[in-house]
C-alpha cells in the first residue's frame, strides 16, 4: 500500500481524491500497488465528506509521518506552496504537483534538490491541464533537438478572442462571460496579462533546452488591448488572432522567448484551437511539427495528469524519473529588442493618403490590408523582418509625423 497526502483540497485537489477514488481498481493495476491517501491538509472544515476524517491543518502531522512517501501539492500560489514542498523533498518525500507559479520559479531549485535526495519532483499537470506535455517532450521526444514551441497555453484567454473572432463580442464583454462561466478567475489579471502562458512557456522552454528560464527574463504582453478592429483585420490578412507562447533557438546559441498576441495562419494547425482548449506545437528536428491538443485546465482534466504522476511515482519509489533542468544561464535569453518579427501596424490620421504615405516614408516597404468598413483615416498595414528596437523607433517616429499608433501585432511564423 502506497500512502500519500495531498495538499489542498480546492477544485484540483477535490478532482485528485475523485479520480483516485473512482478509478481504484484500474490506478491499483498500474501502480502495482494499491494507493491510499492517508491526510488531505486544507485550512478548512469538509464534514459532508465520506472521506473528512483524513483532514488535517497540521503540515507537520504529514512531514513528520515516515509512511507518507509521496506528497501532492495542488495549493497553487508560491507560498506556502514553495516551503512545503521543499520540506517534503528534504525529508525523503517524492512530490507531485500542478504548480505552474511553483516550477516556473523555483523548477531549478527543486530538481536538485529531488535529485540530490534521489526522490521524484513531477509536474505534469502544471503545464496543459490534461493535456500529456511534460511527459512527451522529456522522454517521447527526448531523441530529438526541439528548435521551437509555440503554444495556445491559456484556456481564459482563448475564450475570450474565440468570443471575439465569432461573434464579434468585444474584449470586456467576452471576459464578463469568462468569469460567469467559471473559465477566468475573479482576478483575470494572470489570464489576460500574459503571465499565465508566460508561466508555461517557461516550463517547457526549461524542460526542452535544459537551463532554467525564468518568467521575469520574458517579454510577456496579454490581450486587453486586441479590438475588435485587429480582428477584422487579422481576416483580411487570412488569419485569426491568438495569445502565443512562443520559444525558439537562434543561431548564435541563445533562445528567442515570448508570450503575445499574433496573427496566426488560417493553415496553422494551431488556427483552430478555439474556446478553452489549448494546442502546443513542438518542432522537432527528427519528428517535425508534432501537436499537443485538449482542455488545459479544469478539475478532472488537470486531475488526471496529477493522478498519472503519482502512479508514476509509486512504479517509480526506488528508481528516479529523470526531469532535470540547471539553473538559469546568463544571458541566455536574446534580449527582445534584439528579436526580428513580421508584424501588422494599425494606425490613424487625418486621411488615409497621409497615413500610408507617412508608414511607407518611415517602413521602406509596407503591405497594406483593407478590412471591412474601415473608416477614413484609418490604415493597416504589415512589414517583414524588423528588428523590435527599429519597429520601437519607426512607431514613435510615426507619432511624431502625426499619424497615431492604435496597435501593432506580431505576425507568427508557424
Ligand atoms: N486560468 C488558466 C487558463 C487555468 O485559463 O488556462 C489553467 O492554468
Redesign the pocket.
Known amino acids: 500500500m502506497a500512502e500519500i497526502a495531498v495538499l489542498g483540497h480546492g477544485v484540483v485537489g477535490s478532482g485528485v481524491l475523485e479520480v483516485l477514488y473512482s478509478h481504484r481498481d484500474s490506478i491499483t493495476k498500474r501502480a502495482k500497488e494499491e494507493i491510499d491517501v492517508k491526510y488531505i491538509l486544507d485550512l478548512r472544515d469538509f464534514p459532508e465528506l465520506p472521506y473528512h476524517e483524513k483532514f488535517t491543518k497540521d503540515f507537520n502531522k504529514i512531514l513528520q509521518d515516515e509512511s507518507i512517501k509521496i506528497v501532492v501539492e495542488v495549493l497553487g500560489g508560491l507560498e506556502p506552496a514553495f516551503s512545503y514542498v521543499k520540506a517534503c523533498l528534504e525529508h525523503g518525500k517524492s512530490v507531485v504537483t500542478s504548480n ?1 507559479e511553483l516550477v516556473a520559479a523555483k523548477g531549478a531549485e527543486l530538481l536538485a534538490l529531488a535529485q540530490k535526495n534521489n526522490l521524484n519532483f513531477l509536474f505534469e499537470a502544471s503545464v496543459g ?1 490534461g493535456i500529456p506535455i511534460i511527459r512527451p517532450i522529456s522522454q517521447c521526444l527526448a531523441a530529438n533537438e526541439v528548435s521551437e514551441i509555440a503554444g495556445i ?5 482563448n475564450f475570450i478572442l474565440t468570443k471575439m473572432i465569432r461573434e464579434r463580442m468585444d474584449f470586456s464583454e467576452a471576459l464578463k462571460m469568462a468569469q460567469q462561466l467559471g ?3 475573479r482576478n483575470p489579471a ?2 489576460v496579462e500574459g503571465d ?1 502562458a508566460c508561466r508555461k512557456i517557461c516550463i517547457l522552454a526549461s524542460l526542452s533546452y535544459g537551463t532554467h528560464v525564468y518568467p521575469k527574463d520574458v517579454h510577456t504582453e496579454g490581450i486587453s488591448k486586441i479590438t475588435l478592429e485587429d480582428v477584422s483585420y487579422a481576416e483580411a490578412w487570412g488569419g485569426v488572432i491568438k495569445l502565443i507562447g512562443q520559444v525558439k533557438t537562434l543561431e548564435n546559441g541563445k533562445i528567442q522567448i515570448e508570450v503575445c498576441p499574433m496573427f496566426v495562419s488560417r493553415e496553422s494547425q494551431l488556427a483552430t484551437v478555439d474556446d ?1 482548449f ?1 494546442g502546443i506545437l513542438v518542432r522537432g528536428d527528427a519528428t517535425g511539427d508534432v501537436v499537443f491538443y485538449g482542455k ?2 479544469g478539475k478532472l482534466p488537470t486531475a488526471s495528469a496529477v493522478v498519472a504522476d503519482i502512479i508514476d511515482c509509486v512504479k517509480h519509489f526506488k528508481a528516479r524519473k529523470y526531469l532535470f533542468w540547471e539553473d538559469a544561464r546568463e544571458d541566455y535569453v536574446e534580449p527582445y529588442e534584439n528579436t526580428f518579427e513580421d508584424v501588422f501596424v494599425r494606425a490613424k490620421a487625418v486621411n488615409s493618403d497621409f497615413a500610408l504615405e507617412t508608414a511607407s516614408r518611415v517602413f521602406g516597404e509596407i503591405t497594406r490590408l483593407i478590412r471591412k468598413e474601415e473608416p477614413e483615416g484609418e490604415i493597416g498595414f504589415t512589414v517583414a523582418n524588423i528588428q523590435v528596437s527599429k519597429l520601437q523607433k519607426s512607431l514613435e517616429s510615426l507619432e511624431s509625423a502625426g499619424v497615431s499608433v492604435l496597435n501593432h501585432i506580431k505576425i507568427s511564423d508557424f
Open positions: 505552474k491541464g497555453l491559456n484556456g481564459t484567454t473559465y477566468a478567475e494572470a489570464d499565465d478553452v489549448n488545459g485546465a
